[in-house]
Structures are given as structure tokens and as C-alpha cells.
């Protein structure tokens, strides 16, 4: 016997149900951009540097930032 089996290991499959989310690593470029703007947002709240359009939505902006790095998830090609 392995180490990767058990030896009470069920061998029935496992039924899933309701539907399936099939998820996708997001592209470089969605990636990227959800990256950097995470950082701004921190630099803004926690460095207290001064950056046009975040530094008073620092908040907004890491919540945006993670909408874009879900929407790479959940939709291929994007």
C-alpha cells in the first residue's frame, strides 16, 4: 500500500449537484492591472502618498481592483 491511499478509500464517485463553475486563470494583462492597482491602493492608505483618483478611495479602489481579478476568474479570454 502507498502512502497516497487510504486504506479505507471509497471508491464511489462523487456526484455533484447544481451546476458546475468552471474558472480560468485570468490573462497577464487583467492580472497585471489588478496587481498594481491593489498596490496604489495600500501605497495610498497605508503610506499616505498622495495619488490622483485613489488616494481618497482607497478602499473603492482595492474593491475594484479584486471585481477585475474576479471577472478574469469567471470569464475565459478576459
Do not use: D, E
Not at 497577464?28 to 495610498?44: M, Y
Amino acid at each position: 500500500m502507498s502512502a497516497l491511499q487510504s486504506p479505507r478509500r471509497n471508491n464511489a464517485a462523487i456526484h455533484i449537484r447544481g451546476p458546475v463553475m468552471n474558472l480560468s486563470a485570468p490573462s497577464f494583462p487583467i492580472f497585471l492591472v489588478s496587481i498594481i492597482l491593489a498596490i496604489l491602493a495600500a501605497l495610498a492608505v497605508y503610506a499616505r502618498i498622495k495619488i490622483p483618483f485613489i488616494s481618497g478611495h482607497g478602499f473603492a479602489t482595492l474593491g475594484i481592483s479584486y471585481l477585475l481579478l474576479l471577472a478574469g476568474n469567471m470569464f475565459k479570454g478576459l
